[in-house]
T-cell receptor, first 116, second 114 residues
Framework: GAGVSQSPSNKVTEKGKDVELRCDPI?????LYWYRQSLGQGLEFLIY????????KSGLPSDRFSAERTGGSVSTLTIQRTQQEDSAVYLC??????????????FGPGTRLTVL | AQSVTQPDIHITVSEGASLELRCNYS??????LFWYVQSPGQGLQLLLK??????LVQGIKGFEAEFKRSQSSFNLRKPSVHWSDAAEYFC????????????FGAGTRLFVKA
């Protein structure tokens, strides 16, 4: 079956603009995760969804970052007023139930964001 | 605070030689520990994980890792490296309530020479 998909694959934007990044998880997966991978910070956890709710938003770096998930499926990560330090690859992952002991997270190919 | 340290930024190994990638973690409770591999064009993939029980964990692609609580380590090993193993390897710990918040190490890039 299809894996996790993310769109767009690449996004170039100007400083100060808003961007939306989309993640389509594997069908039936209830848990969804967002991560950011950058040269300076490595791989960072951003947010975790169980269904449509986000029990852990502690990784969001500032209030310019927000994420939502609707219908227990697609998720959107929104970055407002982008800054150059937001340039990174944003990775999405999904897992069947969110049970850490039993689940495996399946990662998407990522969206490469460049802020000019 | 929880953290993961991978002391080696990069390692070069000859094909057919054995491999050990080091990982040290800082975590108050019994940790959930993971090793992931990231290859160009392949994305991030789970190699193995540890939660409890047997401290030697077997994973995919012939990898294994050993949890040593006394040393706060979770080193990854492979007895014979193949050229296709060249990639970046990340050690991680599951933190937060339920362990959902994955904290990654900085990664170790593995180069394999013929």
């Amino acid at each position: 079956g299809a894996g996790v998909s993310q769109s767009p694959s690449n996004k170039v934007t100007e400083k100060g603009k808003d961007v939306e990044l989309r993640c389509d998880p594997i069908s039936g997966h209830t848990a969804l995760y967002w991560y950011r991978q950058s040269l300076g910070q490595g791989l960072e956890f951003l947010i975790y969804f169980q269904g449509n709710s986000a029990p852990d938003k502690s990784g969001l770096p500032s209030d310019r970052f927000s994420a939502e998930r609707t219908g227990g499926s697609v998720s959107t990560l929104t970055i407002q007023r982008t800054q150059q330090e937001d340039s990174a690859v944003y990775l999405c992952a999904s897992s069947p139930t969110g049970g850490v002991r039993t689940d495996t997270q399946y990662f998407g190919p990522g969206t490469r964001l460049t802020v000019l | 605070a929880q953290s993961v340290t991978q002391p080696d930024i990069h390692i070069t190994v000859s094909e057919g030689a054995s491999l050990e990638l080091r990982c040290n973690y800082s975590y108050g409770a019994t940790p959930y520990l993971f090793w992931y591999v990231q290859s160009p064009g392949q994305g991030l993939q789970l190699l193995l994980k540890y939660f409890s029980g047997d401290t030697l964990v077997q994973g995919i692609k012939g990898f294994e890792a050993e949890f040593k609580r006394s040393q706060s380590s979770f080193n990854l090993r492979k007895p014979s490296v193949h050229w296709s193993d060249a990639a970046e390897y990340f050690c991680a710990v599951g933190a937060g309530t339920g362990g959902f918040k994955t904290i990654f190490g900085a990664g170790t890039r593995l180069f394999v020479k013929a």
